[in-house]
């Protein structure tokens, strides 16, 4: 399937990355142990699968992981617990683990992370017991992450953190000089839940933000927000025949807000918008990220 995942490429990709994870750095028998071995060796072969398809095909490598993480953990009778702590669950160090260090690269830059990594393997590598643990390769992330960013650490290896986003509505103005006005409204809710699913908003009494909805008994809430997330708007073009997407915006904004309106004027005709759209964040619900504009 040409449209679909090498999904025999990146299985190589990760047997070959445990030379790496689990040869030469070899975690105690503790929780999180597996964080250290599978997370990071779908990490890597992720960013060879990157390298070699292209950013574009990673959407649907993503959202699979994505899609399998949400359903099995529903099922997983042992209670969810934390990556960096879970008990070798597979939904959690493979496919969650895949997402959250996909996802820690985009912020921090890949360059940044892979030096974390091959920092972390110089310490540890090859040791004899004791053994390194996933408390210990935290400090490790908390060392050369900004501070700006260790909210993402908390969020995504510490706490079971989830996400809410969609568009909400969208359309764009033809500006008559070839350029195109794109106004749209995007929704950001994120919460945490307990190891059984239930949603527990905050720890203490105030920690958190809410919006009251017109007709809505309770107002909705979220955890505070100062969160980076891709806003983009995407264009098509023929390649070799064939219509192809294009990005004709994308940045990683700040959104400190549940409701967020944008504003955007871009060169070309879009054709759909989208918040987080590749589905890098953790997403009870991946297929309302993206909208297209109607003509």
């Given at each position: 399937?040409?449209?679909?995942?090498?999904?025999?490429?990146?299985?190589?990709?990760?047997e070959?990355?445990?030379?790496?994870?689990?040869?030469?750095?070899?975690?105690?028998n503790?929780?999180?142990?597996?964080?250290?071995s599978?997370?990071l060796s779908?990490?890597s072969?992720?960013k060879?699968?990157?390298?070699?398809y292209?950013?574009?095909?990673m959407?649907?490598?993503?959202?699979s992981?994505?899609?399998t993480?949400?359903m099995?953990?529903?099922?997983?009778?042992?209670g969810?617990?934390?990556?960096?702590?879970?008990?070798?669950q597979q939904?959690?160090?493979?496919?969650?683990?895949?997402?959250?260090?996909?996802?820690?690269?985009?912020?921090m830059?890949?360059k940044?992370?892979?030096?974390?990594?091959?920092?972390?393997?110089?310490s540890?590598?090859?040791q004899?017991?004791p053994?390194?643990?996933?408390?210990?390769?935290?400090?490790f992330?908390?060392a050369?992450t900004?501070?700006?960013?260790?909210?993402?650490?908390?969020?995504?290896?510490?706490?079971?953190?989830l996400?809410?986003n969609?568009?909400?509505e969208?359309?764009?103005?033809?500006?008559?000089?070839?350029?195109?006005?794109?106004?749209?409204e995007a929704?950001?809710?994120k919460y945490?839940?307990?190891?059984?699913g239930?949603q527990?908003?905050?720890?203490?009494e105030?920690d958190?933000?809410s919006?009251?909805?017109e007709?809505?008994?309770?107002?909705?809430?979220s955890?505070?927000?100062?969160?980076?997330?891709?806003v983009?708007i995407?264009?098509?073009e023929e390649?070799?025949?064939k219509?192809?997407e294009?990005?004709l915006y994308?940045?990683?904004l700040k959104?400190?807000?549940?409701d967020?309106s944008?504003?955007?004027?871009?060169d070309?005709?879009?054709?759909?918008?989208g918040i987080d759209?590749?589905?890098?964040?953790?997403?009870?619900?991946s297929t309302?990220?993206?909208?297209?504009?109607?003509?």
């Open positions: 399937d040409e449209g679909g995942v090498d999904f025999p490429y990146v299985i190589t990709a990760h070959l990355a445990h030379q790496w994870w689990a040869h030469q750095v070899i975690g105690s503790a929780l999180g142990s597996t964080m250290l599978e997370s779908e990490y072969a992720l060879v699968l990157e390298k070699r292209g950013v574009k095909k959407r649907k490598f993503l959202k992981a994505l899609d993480y949400l099995q953990r529903s099922i997983d009778s042992r969810e617990k934390a990556l960096a702590l879970n008990e070798g939904h959690i160090h493979y496919q969650k683990g895949s997402l959250v260090f996909y996802a820690l690269s985009d912020l830059g890949e940044e992370l892979n030096n974390v990594l091959s920092t972390y393997i110089d540890v590598g090859f004899e017991p053994y390194t643990t996933s408390l210990e390769f935290m400090d992330l908390y050369a900004p501070d700006s960013l260790h909210y993402f650490l908390e969020d995504m290896f510490t706490t079971i953190t996400y809410d969609r568009i909400k969208a359309d764009y103005t033809d500006n008559g000089d070839g350029t195109y006005t794109v106004n749209f929704y950001v809710q945490r839940t307990n190891d059984k239930k527990v908003f905050t720890n203490t105030g958190s933000i919006l009251a909805i007709g809505k008994k309770k107002p909705i809430l955890l505070p927000l100062q969160d980076f997330i891709d983009s995407f264009g098509s390649i070799d025949g219509i192809q294009t990005i994308q940045e990683k959104i400190d807000k549940i967020n944008f504003s955007i004027t871009v070309q005709k879009p054709v759909e918008v759209p590749y589905n890098k964040l953790i997403d009870r619900n309302d990220n993206r909208r297209k504009l109607k003509d």
